[in-house]
């Protein structure tokens, strides 16, 4: 067996292919995961030089950290057949140059060694091996080892250099994903900013267009016919007011901060206020208001603010959505959950939209063909506010029946 595979295989390999795969795994900035595999697998192959690429499908190249001096660039050069890492990426293929100077057409007569980094760096690449870093059927970057002095690679290194490339393609995998989901997540918070900055900016011209309406009303309360278009002005107008404000809530919602102090709070107490503002309005509507909330603290370490306004949605539109009947609030405490329920005997919501009924602006065909103004961004702010928390949230309803929302919150352990 040649001495660079004896090298690998030997009884110091395992620990070292260890300390190889916490180097990968261990790291979640993809700049850094290409640095350090690359120097991990030159240390482990002795080799002069390793290079990890990553492979950029949308602009079709190869990316890859190089240390100059003591300063880390990233290096991109394009995907093509007639270069080394290129051959390797496109055609997923491991192979050995044994003369990187000489002919390489036992690979494929296309092929071409690249000198340019050499004559910088005044040296001579003599071998170099290459594998493809493969995950999920995918080639997400390869891996290439150049030789100059050592010991030269062989056809028998490559099963090696194959393995590492599995653990550098997990890493890259890893490490690109946790990338891409930190990238999601910084856009949806600036979407969030925008958003509560453009709503911001709307409610002060909305409000002031209403008061200038009340005033035209009061000025012209003589006027029959003026008072009537000026009344249908008004109902629009507290309506672009309302999806303002919702569209408000949502956005304060969406950019992760807390609505108010994060505290261990007394569900109970707090759920027996929230009702008390609700039950006024269901009596004005004729609806009988059932309240089951234990007098015993039920400990939960939440957004205050924030659960007040799961609360606050969930009997709006139990109100608003029952136009006869009752509506019913329970919380009880089980292991490990506080689960709170709210109940109503309303128009529900048909069985094949229930699946959307928290996304953002949807409303539920019936409700859409009511006389009953909504926005449909409560919802989804309710469900975005109980996860925040470790929460839980789900639904049943049946149409003409009424609906049943279940929040479970986690309880608090000290």
Known sequence: MPAKALSLYGPAVPEKL???????????????????????????FNAERATIYLVLK???ELESVAIIGNVSRTIRIPIREDSLAGYCALTAQSFVIPDAYGDLSRVDPRLKFDRSWDELNQFRTRDVLCAPAVFKDEVLGVVQVINSKGDPFRDSDLPSLEGISRFAAYALYHARLYDELATLKCLEKE?????????????APVA????????LQYANRDNPQLISVLSRIEDRMNQLLALVEDILYLSQIKSGKPLGDISVCDLAGETRNVCEVYIDQAEAKGLMMLTHVPETPIPVRIDLQGYSLILSNLLSNAVK??????????????????ILKVKDTGMGIPEDEIPKLFTEFFRASNARGSSIQGTGVGLAGVKELVERFGGEMEMASRENE????????????E
């Open 18 to 44: 260890f300390e190889l795969y916490d180097q990968m795994m261990g790291e979640i900035d993809v700049v850094k995961v290409l640095h350090q595999s690359a120097e991990a697998v030159r240390q482990l």
């Open 208 to 215: 002031a267009s209403e008061s200038l309406v009340t005033s």
């Open 191 to 203: 979407k969030a900013e925008f958003m509560r900055i453009v709503v911001h900016e709307l409610r």
């Open 321 to 338: 959505y029952t136009p006869s009947g009752s509506l019913g609030v329970s919380l009880r405490q089980e292991e490990p959950w506080a």
């Open 402 to 413: 009424g609906s049943v929302f279940t929040v479970r919150l986690p309880l608090y352990e």
């Open 58 to 60: 949308d602009s079709a």
